[in-house]
């Protein structure tokens, strides 16, 4: 059978263009959004999970803020991401869905949930924490990150080369390479300069307590990025929260064999 996705460009007023991935599920099934992690695009984090989620939901995901077709912006914050996200559902006639985060995309989810209540039926937070940096290295990266910023939109074609270069080490099967590259050739790098420091100054510690939807938090046990500590911790400052755990470091939603089928039972958690 071929990939059941069909990807759709939309045009969202004062946001600009995008495209989003929609997969039919079952007749009258319940709505995913997918919202992939920092320097990943919708289809690198969860192309192992379109087809097995769309056997029990539709499945919606996009690109965020300056990365692959995301909408090109010289501001990125995460709580645009959250209203993008919400607009974006509502282009393809989805009013209501449950938000699947991954790292980056876990506070895009909560904030979503937060901003847009009555959108969001449940969320799904994967390999993400209620903060990612302790304070005094966000400080340090609040000092230095506007210098990168800078340099990237001054040089970008050198800069997106080093980043690309960065992503691209370690995949030795050279279609796949080429692959990863198309779908990497998108990013922006100042954009994503800012992402990163969106990322330091998140923290959702004071109100990641009044989520009142059900949620399931994946955890990623191996995982040297974001320590399972804190996701640990993520979870039980959720009231109801169930956890999930897949035997995998922070690449887990490429590298683990078992990580959709994870990804499946969390997400029915909420709706059986």
Known sequence: MGDPAIDHEIDLPGRGRTRVRDVPGPAGAPALLLLHGLGATGRLNWGRCYRPLSEHFRVLSLDHRGHGSGFRTRRFRLEDCADDAVHAAEARGVSHFIAVGYSMG?????????????????????????????????????????????????????????????????????????????????????????????????SSHDWIGDIAVPTSVVVTTRDELVNPSRQYKLAEAIPGARVFEIDGDHNACVSHPGFAACLVQACRALVS
């Open 106 to 202: 876990g506070p895009i989810a909560s904030l979503t949930w937060r901003r847009h209540p009555e959108r969001v039926t449940g969320l799904v937070l994967c390999a993400t924490s209620r903060h990612f940096v302790a304070p005094q290295i966000a400080a340090f990266a609040r000092a230095t990150l506007p210098f990168a910023a800078a340099t990237a939109r001054l040089v970008p074609g050198r800069v997106h080369s080093h980043m690309l270069g960065r992503m691209l080490r370690g995949i030795e099967h050279a279609g796949m390479r080429e692959r990863v590259k198309e779908e990497l050739s998108g990013h922006d790098p100042a954009t994503l300069v800012q992402a990163v420091d969106a990322l330091t100054r998140f």
